[in-house]
């Protein structure tokens, strides 16, 4: 199971910190991704992070906003989310592709929700004034 929690409503400009927590299996060997769904709209890639945290990739709208890291001990992915704008206004979900250990958070890949097959249930977030 994936559980995400830290979302939230926040004004223009604020900061929010997602977690991501897995029970029942490891993360350490799974790449993982970040995703959002705003109403009406598709989901989208946010950001994703190798099994060793060496690499991590980012949508354009939110690079130098967003930081992935991860946590191994504690089986956690965080996504911290700065300067947050109305546009950022989404469900937040996790995700891994756990059926094979495999590098998922590579280009053309990483941001692709078709590649992810174990999701969580998401958070919302809502940047308003």
């Known amino acids: 199971q994936l559980v995400e929690s830290g979302g939230g409503l926040v004004q223009p400009g604020g900061s929010l910190r997602l977690s991501c927590a897995a029970s029942?299996?490891?993360?350490?060997?799974?790449?993982i991704g970040w995703f959002r769904q705003a109403p009406g709209k598709e989901r989208e890639g946010v950001s994703c992070?190798?099994?060793?945290?060496?690499?991590?990739m980012y949508a354009d709208s939110v690079k130098g906003r967003f930081t992935i890291s991860r946590d191994n001990a504690k089986n956690t992915v965080a996504l911290q989310m700065n300067s947050l704008q109305h546009e950022d206004t989404a469900v937040y979900y996790c995700?891994?592709?756990?059926?094979?250990?495999?590098?998922?958070?590579?280009?053309?890949?990483?941001?692709?929700?078709?590649?992810?097959?174990?999701w969580g249930q998401g958070t919302q977030v809502t940047v308003s004034s």
């Open positions: 995700a891994v592709f756990i059926t094979t250990v495999q590098p998922i958070c590579v280009s053309g890949r990483g941001l692709d929700p078709d590649e992810y097959e174990f």
């Open positions: 029942g299996f490891s993360l350490d060997y799974y790449d």
């Open positions: 992070i190798s099994s060793s945290g060496g690499r991590r």
